[in-house]
């Protein structure tokens, strides 16, 4: 055997051993849950990422409302802001069954209507605690026609999670919301 061929089985060998002592890694899992709403729509609607978001379901309470079906700024895809649920004096919910566990819950706002800041004002609160008080869809968006998300973290331990939207001037209004596994 020359040298250069025990080199090569004794590398051969040595790489054999290594993959036999490596653990594969999997991928992480996508979210196991993944509810996409587009509030106040009445159709589902496919995303310019792919995604479905389901015609509004869920809530309680509040009015479905197409109120402004033209171009919303500060997002690629404005369809999802273009249809709101709004509700005055009692407010309105969203109620989802989902596992126990942790959560993200995007909200998606554009003022379509009023075209001053303080014109609208509301409370949002995910499983029982304040998130946005007095939110001003206008003032935080910077103008009319404009998106504006927020983003909270949140545990479930009753197997449904609960937003509640409660107005202060006006009703509270949302566009679309995300929930999903975390």
Same mark, same amino acid.
């Not at 029982?128 to 331990?157: E, H, N, P, W």
């Not at 197997?159 to 107005?167: A, D, R, S, V």
């Given at each position: 055997?020359?040298? !250069? ?10 790489? +054999?051993?290594?993959?036999? %002592? ?13 509810? %996409? ?8 609607? @496919? ?18 409302? +197409?109120?402004?079906?033209?171009? *919303? ?5 404005? @369809? ?24 993200? #819950? ?6 379509? &209507?009023?075209?001053? @800041? ?10 029982? #605690?304040?998130?946005?008080?007095? &939110?001003?869809?206008?003032? !935080? ?14 545990? @479930? ?6 937003? !509640? ?6 009703? +509270? !209004?949302?566009?679309? *919301? %995300?929930?999903?596994?975390?």
């Amino acid at each position: 055997m020359t040298r !250069q061929n025990a080199t090569n089985n004794y590398v051969d060998s040595q790489i +054999a051993t290594i993959n036999s %002592r490596l653990t594969a890694v999997e991928p992480a899992a996508a979210p196991t849950t993944d509810i %996409r709403i587009n509030c106040g729509a009445s159709i589902d609607y @496919v995303a310019a990422d792919g995604k479905t978001w389901l015609k509004d379901n869920y809530f309680t309470f509040g009015n479905a409302d +197409a109120s402004y079906l033209g171009v *919303i700024g500060a997002t690629y895809d404005f @369809v999802l802001f273009n249809y709101s649920r709004s509700g005055g004096a009692g407010g309105f919910n969203y109620k989802f069954s989902v596992p126990n566990g942790n959560y993200k #819950v995007e909200l998606g706002f554009s003022e379509n &209507f009023h075209t001053s @800041v303080n014109s609208r004002k509301f409370h949002v609160d995910i499983e029982g #605690v304040r998130v946005l008080t007095d &939110f001003d869809i206008r003032a !935080q968006a910077g103008a009319r026609y404009s998106a504006i998300k927020r983003t909270f973290t949140t545990t @479930v331990s009753d197997g449904e999670l609960n937003i !509640q939207f409660t107005p202060t001037v006006d009703g +509270a !209004q949302i566009n679309n *919301i %995300r929930v999903y596994s975390i």
